[in-house]
């Protein structure tokens, strides 16, 4: 008899594993005095600043929401984009309490495969494209944020490795999707035996067609990006309103790297549910570096400001469960081919 864990138990073990650590690192915070919850008093002297962090935080919703409606209609899926913000507070709210880090993208791609059910794979393949935009955005902000701020980098040899990680995975990637996208490396013999194989399994082949069709579409790709890194962008101004509910006088550069330094770890999906623990203790040990001690704090704001949006998506949930072909229209393109 197999004494090897069955896919429950080992589920049940990776989960006990997130919390133990969720519980260590608010243990260590707290015993090392780089969580003290009564600073937070002073956030009520500045409650515009809070204020203002919320519309920064709600124009990264809309621009992901947007972002995925280019990315879908590529795909010749059209959804308003009243639904596809909708569906991405959902995902926060899925993010946050659910599945780890990963949760919104599983339930993304769940739902709008179930609402178009004669191209599931191309609403699967948005919302990895719109994932690998997210991530990309911020290797190139890291890249510029490294560059404005040269001798913090030069410093600290821990950014400074994630700094080439960075120019690395920027450079990487782009030739990546050229070399799957070229004309020229798809007419080779090895290429086209490599892609009639994957033809043969249906989801492979699929996949395959969706992530093909954006090669038609080199205006969205470029919009999404540039949407992706204002996403970033304003997600560092967010940070820097919290910090000034807090701080009167810092300096804000440094935010520039620091906090897609910490976001990018906290997209690991070994993370306990909304990056609870981890996002708090990388704060604080990256923002020790800048000489500010309240980055537990901050992290706490930012996470009082990610819970409060995930309420909002968690109602727009349980108002409206199914997501179905109401929902959804076909575009022209769509209804031609079928």
Same mark, same amino acid.
């Given at each position: 008899?197999?004494?090897?864990?069955?896919?429950?138990?080992?589920?049940?073990?990776?989960?006990?594993?997130?919390?133990?650590?969720?519980?260590?690192?608010?243990?260590?915070?707290?015993?090392?005095?780089?969580?003290?919850?009564?600073?937070?008093?002073?956030?009520?002297?500045?409650?515009?600043?809070?204020?203002?962090?919320?519309?920064?935080?709600?124009?990264?919703?809309?621009?992901?929401?947007?972002?995925?409606?280019?990315?879908?209609?590529?795909?010749?899926?059209?959804?308003?984009?009243?639904?596809?913000?909708?569906?991405?507070?959902?995902?926060?709210?899925?993010?946050?309490?659910?599945?780890?880090?990963?949760?919104?993208?599983?339930?993304?791609?769940?739902?709008?495969?179930?609402?178009?059910?004669?191209?599931?794979?191309?609403?699967?393949?948005?919302?990895?494209?719109?994932?690998?935009?997210?991530?990309?955005?911020?290797?190139?902000?890291?890249?510029?944020?490294?560059?404005?701020?040269?001798?913090?980098?030069?410093?600290?040899?821990? $950014?400074?490795? %994630?700094?080439?990680?960075?120019?690395?995975? @920027?450079?990487? !990637?782009?030739? =990546? +999707?050229?070399?799957?996208?070229?004309?020229?490396?798809?007419?080779?013999?090895?290429?086209?035996?490599?892609?009639?194989?994957?033809?043969?399994?249906?989801?492979?082949?699929?996949?395959?067609?969706?992530?093909?069709?954006?090669?038609?579409?080199?205006?969205?790709?470029?919009?999404?990006?540039?949407?992706?890194?204002?996403?970033?962008?304003?997600?560092?101004?967010?940070?820097?309103?919290?910090?000034?509910?807090?701080?009167?006088?810092?300096?804000?550069?440094?935010?520039?790297?620091?906090?897609?330094?910490?976001?990018?770890?906290?997209?690991?999906?070994?993370?306990?549910?909304?990056?609870?623990?981890?996002?708090?203790?990388?704060?604080?040990?990256?923002?020790?570096?800048?000489?500010?001690?309240?980055?537990? $704090?901050?992290? %706490?704001?930012?996470?009082?400001?990610?819970? @409060?949006?995930? !309420?909002?998506? =968690? +109602?727009?949930?349980?108002?409206?469960?199914?997501?179905?072909?109401?929902?959804?229209?076909?575009?022209?393109?769509?209804?031609?081919?079928?």
């Amino acid at each position: 008899m197999s004494m090897r864990p069955g896919p429950k138990a080992k589920n049940h073990i990776f989960t006990a594993f997130k919390v133990s650590l969720a519980v260590g690192l608010f243990y260590w915070l707290f015993q090392s005095g780089r969580l003290q919850l009564d600073e937070l008093s002073r956030t009520f002297a500045n409650w515009e600043w809070l204020l203002l962090a919320q519309v920064f935080f709600l124009g990264t919703q809309v621009l992901n929401g947007l972002r995925w409606k280019l990315l879908l209609r590529a795909q010749s899926i059209e959804y308003p984009l009243s639904s596809t913000v909708s569906l991405t507070l959902v995902g926060w709210f899925f993010n946050q309490v659910a599945f780890g880090s990963t949760g919104g993208d599983i339930y993304k791609a769940y739902a709008v495969a179930r609402g178009c059910p004669t191209n599931p794979g191309g609403g699967i393949v948005s919302v990895l494209v719109d994932r690998a935009f997210g991530l990309l955005a911020l290797f190139v902000l890291i890249i510029a944020a490294g560059i404005l701020n040269f001798d913090f980098l030069r410093a600290n040899p821990e $950014l400074r490795y %994630l700094f080439l990680l960075s120019i690395g995975v @920027a450079v990487a !990637l782009p030739i =990546a +999707a050229w070399l799957y996208f070229s004309g020229a490396v798809r007419r080779s013999r090895l290429i086209k035996v490599v892609f009639s194989r994957l033809s043969r399994y249906r989801l492979a082949g699929q996949l395959h067609e969706a992530i093909d069709a954006y090669r038609s579409y080199p205006k969205i790709l470029w919009s999404s990006a540039v949407m992706s890194v204002a996403m970033q962008l304003l997600i560092v101004a967010m940070n820097v309103c919290l910090a000034r509910t807090l701080l009167n006088d810092f300096d804000w550069l440094p935010f520039l790297l620091i906090v897609p330094a910490a976001h990018l770890a906290m997209a690991v999906p070994i993370n306990p549910p909304g990056a609870l623990g981890t996002a708090e203790a990388l704060y604080a040990y990256l923002f020790e570096l800048a000489g500010i001690t309240l980055g537990g $704090l901050i992290a %706490l704001l930012q996470r009082i400001t990610f819970i @409060a949006w995930s !309420l909002v998506g =968690a +109602a727009i949930f349980v108002s409206r469960k199914h997501w179905s072909a109401v929902d959804l229209r076909y575009s022209a393109n769509a209804e031609k081919a079928g």
